[in-house]
């Protein structure tokens, strides 16, 4: 498993605030689930921005963003 960091911001009226969720999770996809679920759990309108990888021997993230190019909202 490894850390991943989604960055995501509330809506258009709410664009200039950044907002960071961290997931344990094996790849970029599943932790984009993981996002997606609480999105709908928690009913909350967001635009996601970016998805990172952390590097624990490179000590920096990493960008996995590739990944939001397919909609894996529908899989939710």
């Known amino acids: 498993m490894e850390e991943y960091r989604i960055k995501y911001n509330i809506g258009k009226e709410h664009a200039e605030i950044d907002n960071y969720h961290y997931y344990m999770a094996n790849d970029p996809i599943q932790a984009l689930i993981y996002h997606y679920k609480s999105i709908k759990k ?22 996995e963003s590739q990944v939001l190019q397919k909609d894996y909202a529908k899989n939710v």
């Open 42 to 63: 928690n009913k909350i309108d967001m635009q996601t921005l970016s998805v990172e990888r952390y590097c624990k021997y490179a000590k920096r993230w990493i960008d």
